[in-house]
Each structure stands twice: as C-alpha cells, then as structure tokens.
C-alpha cells in the first residue's frame, strides 16, 4: 500500500494552528482592540499562507467569542460591555487569585528567581523615559502567567488565558495609552507585594496582592470610557452566543 494512503497530511491542520496560535497571541496581548475589524485575504497574505487556514483559524475564535461576526457579515475583534468587562474581572480574582495562592505554596526557588527577573524587566522598562506600550503588555503577561504557571494545575491555567482572551483587547488599555497609572508604576507597586509575598509563601498576601492588581486596572479602564455601556447596542452579532461562519465580506 502507498505511504500516501497510510498517513494523514499534517501540513494544513498545522497551518492552521499556527495561524490560531498566532492571531490568539495577537488578542491577548491586546495588539488587536474592539471594534477593529479583519480581512482574511490581507491576514493570510501578512502570514504568507492561503486563505483557507486563517478561515479555519477564525472560526475557532469566534467559536471562542474572541472574535465576532457583525450583521453585515464583517469579521471584527468584540466590543467589550461594561457589564461583561466587570463580570469577567470578578471572575479573574478568583481563578487567578487561585492560582496565585497555589503557587506561593509551592513555588521552587527557581521558579521565584524567574518572577523575580520578570517583573524587574517590567519594572525596568516601566521606569524608562518613553515607556513602550507593547513592551509593557508582553512583559505584564510574562509575569502573570509565570506565576499562574507556578500552580501547577493546567486545567486552571486553561481557564484563564480564555479569559484573557476574550478581555486582552481592552485590559491592557492603561499601557497602551500612556495613563497616569504609568507614570505614577501602580503595576509595579503591586508586582513587587506580588513577589514578596510569593518569597515569604504568604498565600493570602499574594492573592491580595494580585487582586489589587487586577481590580485597579479594572477601575481605570471603568473610567476611561472606553466600554460599551448597554448590550443592546450589540444585538444581532454573531459569536456571542454560538460559532458563525465567516462569509465573503470577511474575506
């Protein structure tokens, strides 16, 4: 028998999680923001591969809610409600507190020393004279989930970078913008209680220490303006309920 009626072909179904891998990256770290729309053409040509695994890529996302289709059939990153936003971050101070107070009983000191780095490089970069935005946000995603990570429970871990992912457009707002909370480093302060109390394996203290993290970039961004403050501006889209399927003006 052939070897080409033996095997499965890989190339496709790798290209496609490739390009979810990617796109996904895109979202958490909040380089794609709300309303931003996506033309698979021009994605597929960016990532030099054909149109079908970046469809096949989407599709997942919407499947995901992390991306959306609008009644006219375009293909845009979701606007963020208040109501979902504020939802979804009373949610994130628990799993994610969770997995902080998991991980300040167990963290190995390697695995301090590597928080520790990390957040120095926050520090660092949030110190600077023009602080980069991007920067910002990858380092800030860097060290939350190397402490998320520290918990050893993947199911959790799982369950926050969805999280992540439907909120990464719009979390990182403060940083990318250039807010007080930048000037003023209040990330950094709460970092710094964050690693200190992972160094002493006081499990309620690091979770405090996140939850401060968490909510006042929570509050800033309530404040921005920059939510959608009633759903029913979003009737009608699809995504937010079941997977839909891109169509021609997505393309």
Known sequence: MAIKELVTPLKRQTLSS?????LRELLITGQMIPGEQISL???????GVSVMPVREAVHRLVAEQALEL?????????????SAFREITRIRVNL???ATEQAALQLPAEGLQ????LQDRFAAEMAGASPDGARLIAFNKDFHFAVYGAAGMPMLLQMIEALWLRIGPILNHDMRSGSRRVSEQVAVGHHARLVEALRRRDAPAAKEALRGDIESAADYIVSAGVLVTADSGL???SGLGGPASPGEEAR
């Open 41 to 47: 053409r021009t994605t597929a040509s960016a990532l």
């Open 96 to 98: 994610e507190g969770l």
């Open 114 to 117: 590597r928080i520790a780095v």
């Open 235 to 237: 009737n009608g889209v």
């Open 70 to 82: 609008t009644p006219n059939r375009a293909l845009r990153v979701p606007l963020m409600t208040e």
């Open 18 to 22: 490739d390009v979810y891998a990617q």
